[in-house]
Nanobody, 116 residues
Framework: QVQPVESGGGLVQAGGSLRLSCAASGRTFRRHAMGWFRQAPGKEREFVAD????????FYADSVKGRFTISRDSAKNTVYLQMNNLKPEDTAVYLC?????????WGQGTLVTVSS
């Protein structure tokens, strides 16, 4: 099992962009599907996007489709979430996970704040 570590969060104005990174330690990164959830204050955790172990399959929540792009670089054991045209409602802690089909390992999260 890999251990994800997120980075790249911060404060951005509405309409701006950020790229989140999720570096996964462990030798079996290539065997893991990866993805992102987010949790806003006072709200439940919600799915954002995921990517298959091969990188050939991606899936997005309707709320981010067309604005966010998930990708992976297996050589760097890293998954990226490119976020464009950010909105205040995107403000949340973004959490990365790694899924090997038997269970998920979660990172600690990175905070994204979008000001209006």
């Amino acid at each position: 099992q890999v251990q994800p570590v997120e980075s790249g969060g911060g404060l951005v104005q509405a309409g701006g962009s950020l790229r989140l990174s999720c570096a996964a330690s462990g030798r079996t990164f290539r065997r893991h599907a990866m993805g992102w959830f987010r949790q806003a204050p006072g709200k439940e955790r919600e799915f954002v996007a995921d990517i298959s172990w091969s990188g050939g399959y991606t899936f997005y929540a309707d709320s981010v489709k067309g604005r966010f792009t998930i990708s992976r670089d297996s050589a760097k054991n890293t998954v990226y979430l490119q976020m464009n045209n950010l909105k205040p409602e995107d403000t949340a802690v973004y959490l990365c996970y790694a899924d090997n089909g038997e269970g998920r390992a979660w990172g600690q999260g990175t905070l994204v704040t979008v000001s209006s």
